[in-house]
């Protein structure tokens, strides 16, 4: 076995360190280690963004991502999108816009929508839906995602 | 009414929003091993011999197992699939071991180590080779590699074809595609102490898979049980058993320990069911007016190596054939042959995708041919509530010319018909088409039931057992609405159980866009029958005339004035002296009927009908076909949630975009050339045009609250739209799918429509 | 995975260090957008080079007449900075039609190159700028090749033992400046190329000066396509002339048929986005002379 490497970094607002192999990508780290199970492996190819993730503050794909790379950085999943005990702003207009159905996609989704509204608080629709082109989803046809982001850069 | 038709979130929502609801591929039990199976690299070959000892020798590795160490029961519609293969494989995904290992990598390492040694047959790729005489044999006795083969007919062909003034006649041929649930095929599978299996599955038919499944393994039903976790998506491609699952199951049974399998992308891409491809050869026929006259079709499947629901489509297809607009006289043929390929599933539309891309295309043909516009050719056929078709459809309720006007309205049909618009390098077009479905299930087993319990707490708090499944669509929400409106209380007083076989009562599962419907009605009975006791015991309780009560904001009410509060008049109930529980249980059975040898018979107790109406823009020098709207009229019967209709309205228009535009899992000489999402392109979000709804309500007079299903229905008639439109904007009649600007653009310049650019 | 060694070096000499002595098949790893792909699919490399942390890799800016971009630099970075947009619009345009947000934030120039991809967009533009692509190496100090040189074929490069790339140069784009890309597919981006054609010129006396044009994904390597290039230079942009390049850009391409599309598709392609490409210059020449400027 390779040596494992050990990393210090910012999980969700938590300082945490933890011994990776070197290959290993955010998403198993994230998922095994941390037992975050928000972030999906939908593809493992870096085409469907259901592993999306927030390297400080820019969206990554966690499968992609080795997990050495978030050594001394800010790494938030879906999991640390909440405002505390309540759901973000985005998060509510997910669900009050019917944005998501299966949901497997939404963690992915979610991710990708909070970069975008960091970058253009109040984003055009035509920024959300590029905003939004490396998350694939299966179910809703992206019409209602594409609202629900709109709407939570109106608030 | 307060809360049938308004906006509801979805109940399992916030734990989808947080990433804290676990699905399979999240979920580990204790002791739990993961399974992998080897599947074939041939698709039609001898296996001479399996060489498992490399395998077992890889650290970890607790079970490898072939054919020759399980009991191999052949399963399937066909009956002619077998979990494990020991002597031949007939296509590419064909599952010759498994191995159940400490880790995921330990089992796909000692998967790679096992060795295989082949002896290749003759393969068969197409259904016309297929069925020329002295064909490869696949399936030994099935002579003629035909498993399958459907006729219906009424009326008389020959005279129809008397009665046209005009006749039209083309081939169309529908490619593989496949259903890109974000969730890939996965199962767990863990026997108890006591020897009783528990299965966590994907399935979409819980009680006909326990029973199914109870064969296969060689159990007792009544000794399975059914979980059904959340799951990523499902579309009618779990609608029957696949061979990994009872593979799980003899993993499991083999290390005594729970066994759980989750599929790759690449293997689900590969190893999952895909939508029916085929080839529709069809003549449609009208008079000097445009009324139909005739529809003659014959169809030819490719059944794969194996029969699963694919092979049974037609009998959703010729009620398309049959019944779409008044057809007086229709004859339907269709052959299933075997071949190498891989073997097609259920996919939302059940065939009637296929089925409408030619029929919907024809009828811009005869409009043409007539010199009607195609809007007016359609109304002049559709149909109104209360007919009866030739096939013996009943429409209790039809809003068919509702639809078809609505869609037109919203597109701006008239005007853009008109004159196709030019552009420079691009042409605009418009084009539409509409669909039928069955709106209530569908007959095709002795019952198409679903049972219900309704229970009320002695804190007032709902709880409703349903029999049916939820696979992401937001039923168990819809349901719960209906409670909620029957007994007077908010949404979030009523919880729905619906995931365990050990607790639910019986149900089909979800198909034939049956839930709403089925399971509605199902509910409403349960939770009427409920509010019946309660008023009761409260007219009893207070002297009341029970006439006059009724329940409201969890109160039960004589006009504005509150009788009592709904939890205390429970506890009176159940802590009174004769103690009473409040649990009401129903069963609904729809008022349709299995169809006889012929497929006459209404085998739905409602219908759903729809329109679309797009616009496309064609660049002349790419091909390329853009879609700039599609306005989409439903006859719904009723809305019963704004918001998840809406949801399933634009998520099957995008999906009929994709098997439209740019969906086609490529097989050649049977094997999948394209297992990623790099090369099967599903639409992303910046190719999604703006999609206009406007729902039709008929209001149903047997639905719950008038209501019908349309799980199906907005994935259904896209593809005949759009191609409708590419043909208005360029003068092109495109057959073949899907419409990828290669295609268009050779249809262009062989129709002289651009210049070769490079001639 | 056993043996696989693995580095991370600070900054650029211990990057250069870990190279130096680095058995055969050593990498380097940047974003990881390709290489991790590779990875997970269980290919292993007997040692890793992580460059995440060498700061000279990170270079963004002009100097010395030229745009330098580190070979660290993310399309991301490229998108979000002014100077490349100015001096360099081409190479902006391709950044903006590459891959998602999710590719761009981690997918880097060098990365882009050394992947040697018949299909790499920011390669086809730098080849159509006219980039040096500046290597280093421990015993070789610094050379430097332009980007056919160092691109030689799918997934080889020009790239020796020990050597990585450091810094990009793209010359500054003159005011007459003219950079057109065009990529196919209906997406604005997630597509791997079937073809994509970058143009850069310049017009000036209303003739056309220096006309680059590279088309990708339809031969071996990013490809000049120097017959068209001939048919423009020194002419007036005119609509025949247009379709004189165009088809001379289809003649020399060398596609092949792949599960995407076949070779004759990709060639219509090419004359179709050359065309594309020297309709917009000409256009844009209209704007210019009606706004008098
Ligand atoms: C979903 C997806 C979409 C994509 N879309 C596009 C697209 O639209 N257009 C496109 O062009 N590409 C695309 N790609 C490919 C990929 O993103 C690019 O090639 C990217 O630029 C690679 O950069 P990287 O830093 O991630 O490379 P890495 O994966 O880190 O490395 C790639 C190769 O370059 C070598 N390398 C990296 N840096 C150096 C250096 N400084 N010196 C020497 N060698 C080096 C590595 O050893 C490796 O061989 C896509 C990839 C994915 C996963
Ligand atoms: S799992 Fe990472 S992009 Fe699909
Ligand atoms: S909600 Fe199911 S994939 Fe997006």
């Given at each position: 076995?390779?040596?494992?490497?050990?990393?210090?970094?910012?999980?969700?607002?938590?300082?945490?360190?933890?011994?990776?192999?070197?290959?290993?990508?955010?998403?198993?780290?994230?998922?095994?280690?941390?037992?975050?199970?928000?972030?999906?492996?939908?593809?493992?190819?870096?085409?469907?963004?259901?592993?999306?993730?927030?390297?400080?503050?820019?969206?990554?794909?966690?499968?992609?991502?080795?997990?050495?790379?978030?050594?001394?950085?800010?790494?938030?999943?879906?999991?640390?999108?909440?405002?505390?005990?309540?759901?973000?702003?985005?998060?509510?207009?997910?669900?009050?816009?019917?944005?998501?159905?299966?949901?497997?996609?939404?963690?992915?989704?979610?991710?990708?929508?909070?970069?975008?509204?960091?970058?253009?608080?109040?984003?055009?629709?035509?920024?959300?839906?590029?905003?939004?082109?490396?998350?694939?989803?299966?179910?809703?046809?992206?019409?209602?995602?594409?609202?629900?982001?709109?709407?939570?850069?109106?608030? | 009414?307060?809360?049938?038709?308004?906006?509801?979130?979805?109940?399992?929502?916030?734990?989808?929003?947080?990433?804290?609801?676990?699905?399979?591929?999240?979920?580990?039990?204790?002791?739990?091993?993961?399974?992998?199976?080897?599947?074939?690299?041939?698709?039609?070959?001898?296996?001479?011999?399996?060489?498992?000892?490399?395998?077992?020798?890889?650290?970890?590795?607790?079970?490898?197992?072939?054919?020759?160490?399980?009991?191999?029961?052949?399963?399937?519609?066909?009956?002619?699939?077998?979990?494990?293969?020991?002597?031949?494989?007939?296509?590419?995904?064909?599952?010759?071991?498994?191995?159940?290992?400490?880790?995921?990598?330990?089992?796909?390492?000692?998967?790679?180590?096992?060795?295989?040694?082949?002896?290749?047959?003759?393969?068969?790729?197409?259904?016309?080779?297929?069925?020329?005489?002295?064909?490869?044999?696949?399936?030994?006795?099935?002579?003629?590699?035909?498993?399958?083969?459907?006729?219906?007919?009424?009326?008389?062909?020959?005279?129809?074809?008397?009665?046209?003034?005009?006749v039209v006649e083309g081939e169309f041929v529908l490619q593989f595609m496949t259903h890109c649930c974000m969730g890939t095929s996965a199962i767990l599978a863990a026997f108890d102490s006591e020897g009783r299996l528990t299965l966590t599955s994907l399935t979409q038919v819980p009680f006909l898979y326990r029973r199914d499944m109870a064969a296969i393994v060689g159990m007792s039903p009544e000794d399975i049980r059914v979980i059904q976790p959340p799951i990523g998506g499902a579309f009618g491609s779990k609608l029957d058993i696949y061979p990994f699952e009872p593979i799980a199951v003899h993993l499991a049974r083999a290390t005594r320990r729970p066994v759980r399998i989750v599929f790759s992308r690449h293997e689900e891409f590969v190893s999952s069911p895909t939508r029916q491809p085929m080839r529709v050869r069809l003549r449609s026929g009208c008079d000097g007016k445009g009324r139909l006259t005739f529809r003659d079709a014959q169809l030819w499947l490719d059944n794969g190596g194996y029969t699963s629901w694919g092979a049974t489509t037609p009998f959703v297809m010729m009620q398309t054939f049959s019944s779409l607009y008044r057809v007086p006289h229709a004859r339907f043929h269709t052959k299933v042959a075997y071949t190498n390929n891989p073997y097609s599933g259920s996919f939302r539309g059940?065939?009637?995708?296929?089925?409408?891309?030619?029929?919907?295309?024809?009828?811009?043909?005869?409009?043409?041919?007539?010199?009607?516009?195609?809007?007016?050719?359609?109304?002049?056929?559709?149909?109104?509530?209360?007919?009866?078709?030739?096939?013996?459809?009943?429409?209790?309720?039809?809003?068919?010319?509702?639809?078809?006007?609505?869609?037109?309205?919203?597109?701006?049909?008239?005007?853009?018909?008109?004159?196709?618009?030019?552009?420079?390098?691009?042409?605009?077009?418009?084009?539409?088409?509409?669909?039928?479905?069955?709106?209530?299930?569908?007959?095709?087993?002795?019952?198409?039931?679903?049972?219900?319990?309704?229970?009320?707490?002695?804190?007032?708090?709902?709880?409703?057992?349903?029999?049916?499944?939820?696979?992401?669509?937001?039923?168990?929400?819809?349901?719960?609405?209906?409670?909620?409106?029957?007994?007077?209380?908010?949404?979030?007083?009523?919880?729905?159980?619906?995931?365990?076989?050990?607790?639910?009562?019986?149900?089909?599962?979800?198909?034939?866009?049956?839930?709403?419907?089925?399971?509605?009605?199902?509910?409403?009975?349960?939770?009427?029958?409920?509010?019946?006791?309660?008023?009761?015991?409260?007219?009893?309780?207070?002297?009341?005339?029970?006439?006059?009560?009724?329940?409201?904001?969890?109160?039960?009410?004589?006009?504005?004035?509150?009788?009592?509060?709904?939890?205390?008049?429970?506890?009176?109930?159940?802590?009174?002296?004769?103690?009473?529980?409040?649990?009401?249980?129903?069963?609904?059975?729809?008022?349709?009927?299995?169809?006889?040898?012929?497929?006459?018979?209404?085998?739905?107790?409602?219908?759903?009908?729809?329109?679309?109406?797009?616009?496309?823009?064609?660049?002349?020098?790419?091909?390329?076909?853009?879609?700039?709207?599609?306005?989409?009229?439903?006859?719904?019967?009723?809305?019963?949630?704004?918001?998840?209709?809406?949801?399933?309205?634009?998520?099957?228009?995008?999906?009929?975009?994709?098997?439209?535009?740019?969906?086609?899992?490529?097989?050649?000489?049977?094997?999948?050339?394209?297992?990623?999402?790099?090369?099967?392109?599903?639409?992303?979000?910046?190719?999604?045009?703006?999609?206009?709804?406007?729902?039709?309500?008929?209001?149903?007079?047997?639905?719950?609250?008038?209501?019908?299903?349309?799980?199906?229905?907005?994935?259904?008639?896209?593809?005949?739209?759009?191609?409708?439109?590419?043909?208005?904007?360029?003068?092109?009649?495109?057959?073949?799918?899907?419409?990828?600007?290669?295609?268009?653009?050779?249809?262009?310049?062989?129709?002289?429509?651009?210049?070769?650019?490079?001639? | 995975?056993?043996?696989?060694?693995?580095?991370?070096?600070?900054?650029?000499?211990?990057?250069?260090?870990?190279?130096?002595?680095?058995?055969?098949?050593?990498?380097?790893?940047?974003?990881?957008?390709?290489?991790?792909?590779?990875?997970?699919?269980?290919?292993?490399?007997?040692?890793?080079?992580?460059?995440?942390?060498?700061?000279?890799?990170?270079?963004?800016?002009?100097?010395?007449?030229?745009?330098?971009?580190?070979?660290?630099?993310?399309?991301?970075?490229?998108?979000?900075?002014?100077?490349?947009?100015?001096?360099?619009?081409?190479?902006?345009?391709?950044?903006?039609?590459?891959?998602?947000?999710?590719?761009?934030?981690?997918?880097?120039?060098?990365?882009?190159?050394?992947?040697?991809?018949?299909?790499?967009?920011?390669?086809?533009?730098?080849?159509?700028?006219?980039?040096?692509?500046?290597?280093?190496?421990?015993?070789?100090?610094?050379?430097?090749?332009?980007?056919?040189?160092?691109?030689?074929?799918?997934?080889?490069?020009?790239?020796?033992?020990?050597?990585?790339?450091?810094?990009?140069?793209?010359?500054?784009?003159?005011?007459?400046?003219?950079?057109?890309?065009?990529?196919?597919?209906?997406?604005?981006?997630?597509?791997?190329?079937?073809?994509?054609?970058?143009?850069?010129?310049?017009?000036?006396?209303?003739?056309?000066?220096?006309?680059?044009?590279?088309?990708?994904?339809?031969?071996?390597?990013?490809?000049?396509?120097?017959?068209?290039?001939?048919?423009?230079?020194?002419?007036?942009?005119?609509?025949?002339?247009?379709?004189?390049?165009?088809?001379?850009?289809?003649?020399?391409?060398?596609?092949?048929?792949?599960?995407?599309?076949?070779?004759?598709?990709?060639?219509?392609?090419?004359?179709?986005?050359?065309?594309?490409?020297?309709?917009?210059?000409?256009?844009?020449?209209?704007?210019?002379?009606?706004?008098?400027?």
């Open positions: 076995m390779q040596p494992e490497v050990e990393i210090r970094f910012t999980l969700n607002g938590r300082p945490v360190r933890t011994h990776v192999p070197p290959t290993m990508a955010v998403l198993e780290m994230v998922r095994e280690r941390f037992a975050l199970t928000g972030s999906k492996l939908a593809c493992g190819e870096g085409e469907c963004g259901a592993c999306a993730v927030l390297l400080d503050g820019e969206p990554v794909l966690g499968c992609l991502t080795p997990a050495v790379d978030v050594d001394g950085r800010v790494l938030v999943t879906v999991e640390g999108l909440r405002h505390k005990a309540d759901l973000a702003p985005l998060q509510k207009a997910f669900l009050m816009e019917g944005a998501v159905q299966c949901g497997f996609c939404t963690p992915g989704m979610l991710v990708a929508a909070t970069a975008l509204l960091a970058e253009h608080p109040h984003p055009s629709r035509e920024q959300v839906r590029r905003g939004l082109e490396g998350n694939l989803c299966r179910c809703t046809g992206y019409v209602a995602i594409v609202e629900a982001v709109e709407d939570a850069g109106k608030r | 009414m307060t809360l049938i038709g308004a906006r509801i979130p979805k109940l399992d929502g916030p734990g989808k929003a947080t990433g804290e609801t676990r699905y399979l591929s999240d979920l580990e039990v204790p002791g739990m091993l993961h399974g992998v199976i080897r599947r074939s690299d041939r698709v039609h070959a001898r296996i001479v011999s399996v060489d498992v000892s490399k395998a077992l020798e890889v650290s970890g590795v607790h079970a490898v197992l072939t054919a020759r160490d399980i009991v191999n029961v052949p399963f399937g519609h066909g009956k002619d699939n077998t979990p494990l293969k020991g002597d031949r494989v007939r296509c590419i995904r064909d599952e010759i071991a498994a191995v159940a290992a400490e880790t995921e990598s330990a089992a796909a390492e000692a998967c790679r180590a096992i060795r295989v040694e082949y002896e290749d047959l003759p393969p068969v790729f197409t259904v016309e080779d297929a069925l020329k005489p002295g064909a490869p044999e696949i399936h030994a006795g099935r002579a003629g590699n035909l498993p399958f083969t459907y006729d219906y007919a009424h009326g008389d062909v020959a005279q129809g074809e008397a009665d046209s003034a005009h059940y065939g009637n995708l296929q089925a409408t891309f030619a029929v919907e295309s024809q009828l811009d043909l005869l409009a043409e041919k007539v010199g009607v516009d195609p809007l007016e050719l359609r109304l002049m056929n559709s149909q109104e509530t209360g007919e009866k078709t030739g096939q013996g459809l009943e429409f209790v309720s039809c809003g068919l010319r509702d639809c078809l006007e609505s869609a037109a309205e919203m597109s701006g049909w008239r005007a853009k018909r008109a004159s196709p618009a030019l552009k420079g390098n691009v042409r605009r077009g418009v084009g539409m088409a509409s669909m039928l479905h069955v709106g209530g299930g569908a007959k095709i087993y002795r019952s198409d039931g679903c049972g219900s319990v309704v229970s009320i707490d002695d804190f007032g708090k709902v709880t409703l057992v349903t029999g049916s499944t939820d696979i992401g669509q937001g039923s168990e929400t819809v349901l719960a609405q209906m409670v909620a409106e029957v007994l007077g209380v908010a949404m979030d007083r009523v919880k729905v159980i619906n995931s365990d076989t050990d607790v639910k009562p019986w149900d089909v599962g979800v198909h034939a866009s049956r839930t709403s419907y089925v399971a509605g009605n199902s509910a409403l009975l349960a939770a009427n029958e409920a509010k019946a006791k309660l008023l009761t015991a409260a007219a009893d309780l207070y002297e009341l005339p029970k006439g006059e009560l009724s329940l409201s904001g969890g109160f039960i009410m004589r006009g504005a004035e509150k009788v009592d509060a709904l939890d205390k008049l429970v506890r009176t109930l159940h802590f009174t002296g004769k103690g009473e529980l409040l649990v009401t249980h129903s069963y609904f059975e729809p008022a349709s009927v299995k169809q006889d040898a012929g497929f006459f018979g209404n085998v739905s107790p409602t219908y759903a009908f729809g329109t679309h109406a797009v616009e496309v823009e064609v660049e002349l020098d790419t091909g390329q076909v853009r879609v700039l709207a599609v306005s989409a009229a439903h006859d719904v019967g009723k809305v019963l949630n704004a918001m998840s209709l809406e949801g399933q309205i634009e998520g099957g228009v995008v999906m009929g975009l994709g098997y439209s535009l740019t969906e086609e899992l490529k097989i050649r000489e049977g094997k999948v050339l394209n297992p990623s999402f790099r090369d099967y392109h599903l639409l992303t979000a910046p190719e999604v045009p703006p999609i206009h709804f406007k729902a039709i309500e008929t209001e149903d007079p047997s639905g719950p609250f008038g209501a019908k299903g349309v799980g199906e229905a907005p994935a259904i008639c896209v593809a005949a739209a759009v191609a409708n439109a590419v043909h208005h904007a360029t003068g092109v009649r495109f057959t073949e799918l899907p419409l990828t600007p290669e295609r268009v653009l050779n249809g262009l310049i062989a129709a002289g429509v651009v210049r070769d650019p490079l001639a | 995975m056993t043996e696989q060694g693995y580095v991370r070096p600070d900054n650029l000499a211990g990057a250069l260090d870990a190279l130096a002595d680095a058995p055969e098949g050593t990498r380097v790893l940047a974003g990881g957008t390709d290489l991790m792909v590779h990875l997970r699919a269980g290919k292993r490399f007997p040692r890793l080079v992580n460059v995440a942390r060498v700061s000279e890799l990170q270079a963004l800016r002009v100097w010395g007449g030229a745009l330098e971009v580190g070979a660290g630099v993310t399309v991301a970075r490229l998108l979000r900075d002014a100077e490349v947009r100015r001096h360099a619009a081409l190479l902006w345009q391709a950044a903006d039609r590459f891959a998602s947000p999710l590719v761009r934030s981690r997918a880097t120039v060098g990365g882009n190159l050394v992947n040697a991809s018949p299909a790499a967009d920011l390669t086809l533009a730098l080849l159509a700028l006219d980039a040096r692509v500046e290597l280093v190496s421990r015993a070789g100090g610094v050379r430097s090749l332009g980007v056919d040189e160092l691109v030689l074929g799918p997934g080889k490069t020009a790239l020796g033992a020990g050597e990585l790339v450091r810094t990009v140069r793209v010359p500054l784009a003159k005011p007459t400046a003219f950079h057109h890309f065009e990529k196919s597919g209906p997406r604005p981006a997630l597509e791997i190329s079937v073809a994509a054609v970058a143009v850069a010129l310049r017009i000036e006396d209303g003739r056309v000066v220096e006309p680059r044009i590279a088309c990708g994904a339809v031969a071996p390597v990013p490809l000049r396509v120097v017959p068209a290039e001939q048919v423009l230079a020194g002419r007036e942009l005119t609509p025949a002339l247009i379709e004189e390049a165009a088809l001379a850009a289809a003649k020399v391409v060398r596609p092949i048929d792949d599960v995407r599309a076949t070779a004759l598709y990709r060639r219509r392609l090419v004359a179709a986005f050359v065309r594309r490409s020297l309709t917009a210059a000409l256009d844009s020449q209209r704007v210019s002379h009606a706004t008098g400027s």
